[in-house]
């Protein structure tokens, strides 16, 4: 059974840092590509931050560029999202995800995703 739990949400004040955690197991995390997504409340799930499965290539969403950081573990088969400089729009429930396309991550395609995690909610004061 494919699990992904993540960790390391929380409440920060503007300018402050998090890094989220997303422990993997049940797949072969060596070769799924890695992407953390956010929904903030009344919006659509949008697309952060992706890890290609040799960790070589990454891609960020506009808004996030500069300030966050992917990074992956392949030993300890977890990927993670260090965030800095946070904003109150940065405020959301984040999700990790995993699949084998890169398209598919890194093109928000989030019905076609192949595995989610339950999310962590990150809330940014002002």
């Known amino acids: 059974q494919v699990q992904l739990v993540e960790s390391g949400g929380g409440l920060v004040q503007a300018g402050g840092s998090l890094r989220l955690s997303c422990a993997t197991s049940g797949l072969t995390f060596s070769i799924y590509h890695m992407g953390w997504f956010r929904q903030a409340p009344g919006k659509e799930r949008e697309f952060v931050a992706a890890i290609q499965w040799t960790s070589r290539t990454t891609n960020y969403a506009d808004n996030v560029k500069g300030r966050f950081t992917i990074s992956r573990d392949n030993a300890k088969t977890t990927v993670y999202l260090q965030m800095n400089s946070l904003k109150p729009e940065d405020t959301a429930v984040y999700y990790c995800?995993?699949?084998?396309?890169?398209?598919?991550?890194?093109?928000?395609?989030?019905?076609?995703?192949?595995?989610w995690g339950q999310g962590t909610q990150v809330a940014v004061s002002s």
């Open positions: 995800a995993a699949d084998p396309s890169w398209t598919a991550i890194i093109g928000g395609l989030t019905p076609r995703i192949r595995y």
